[in-house]
């Protein structure tokens, strides 16, 4: 048994060793975590574990995840929150090309700032509704206040033209006598306006056939 143990505890040992050995001498291309080594030191089409630090562009800044090696910018193990781009295997398996359901397009920087320009061009969109919005009560406040002007002098007039009757009775019939020559002058200006608007129609009985 003790043996056995020993053989076995050798076995792990070499297995160990032969797997840093394989790890060590992977090519420098190989970023697709998508390789292991066997007992032997063998490179095997298979899957790295997630969270193991790959070289997605050197340096080992990627991390294994789902047998891909994912670009990382943070120094967690495992923090996949700003993967992005492409990631391209060894050994020319092109159909391997695989881009991240995580990856934004574009860098963290650059995502940040367009999030900026967003929220101002929304802010400046609220500023500019509620301006408008400001200058259209404006607007109907002013037009009210106008109507309601207009009402109160109108009133105004009348109670000093009524004033002015109870006062004169000649200023009663002037004002009745102003108010017909001004419904006479409304009737032909009617009359006018209709016979411009229809030429065809004759302007006086004289000219209708006998």
Not at 30 to 44: F, I, L, M, P
């Amino acid at each position: 048994e003790w043996n056995h143990f020993l053989v076995l505890a050798a076995s792990v040992t070499a297995q160990e060793d032969y797997e840093i050995v394989c790890r060590k001498n992977r090519p420098a291309d190989d970023r697709s975590c998508a390789y292991w080594c066997d007992k032997n030191g063998q490179r095997r089409l298979g899957a790295y574990p997630d969270g193991l630090r790959c070289d997605y562009a050197g340096f080992l800044d990627g991390m294994c995840k789902n047998a891909l090696c994912h670009y990382n910018e943070a120094t967690a193990i495992g923090d996949y929150r700003r993967n992005r781009g492409y990631t391209t295997p060894s050994a020319g398996l092109d159909f391997w090309r695989y881009r991240s359901d995580t990856a934004p397009t574009a860098s963290s920087d650059e995502k940040d700032e367009e999030e900026e320009e967003e929220e101002e061009e929304e802010e400046a969109k609220r500023w500019e509704k509620e301006l408008h919005t400001a200058e259209e009560t404006r607007r109907v406040q002013s037009t009210q206040l106008l109507y309601e002007l207009f009402h109160l002098v109108k009133e105004e007039k009348l109670k000093e033209m009524h004033a002015a009757e109870e006062a004169d009775p000649r200023a009663k019939l002037l004002r009745q006598e102003q108010l017909l020559r001004e419904k006479l002058l409304r009737n032909l200006e009617a009359r006018k306006r209709m016979q411009m608007a229809e030429p065809n129609l004759p302007h006086s009985t004289s000219s209708l056939p006998s």
